[in-house]
Every structure is written in structure tokens, then in C-alpha cells.
């Protein structure tokens, strides 16, 4: 089974509205991918379009089936680079 990471990068028109891309979600993208492979990690991180949660962007998921994070930032890395370990492991 593939395993993989969305990350979601919808950019709304309407500024006055919150998006994962305006919250930085393309620079979260870039720090992610670089962490997993400093960590030896092949999990592929693929741009999604809105997950439904833009109240709490960015936002993330393992998947299938894994863990979502919310209001991701540099300092929640970590934490998911943990999390996708064990999820890779299984």
C-alpha cells in the first residue's frame, strides 16, 4: 500500500476568507519533504485542494486512513515526522 502525505495548498480569492496556501501551507511543504528526507523517509507529499478545515490551516494527513494536523507550522515538523515514522512502519 502506498503511503503519502496531503498537504493542502487551496489559495481562496477572497483574502478576507482563510486558506492553507495564504497561512504558508507551500513553505510548510517544502520543510516537511526536506525532514523526511534528512530522516530517510520515501512518503511522497502531494498538493490537495481543500480538506474542509480552513478555520485551522494549514493542514495535513497521512494517509490512507492516517492522522490530520492542523494549524501546521516549522515547529510542528517534528511531531510529524514522528507520527509519518510510525505510520510508515505499519
Known sequence: MIKKILICTNHRANLNNPSCAGRGSQHIRET????LDNNGLKITIEESPCMGFCDVGPNLRLVPNGQ???EVSANKIASIVKAAKKFNAN
Open 32 to 35: 516537511l519533504s526536506q525532514a
Open 68 to 70: 490530520f494536523f492542523h
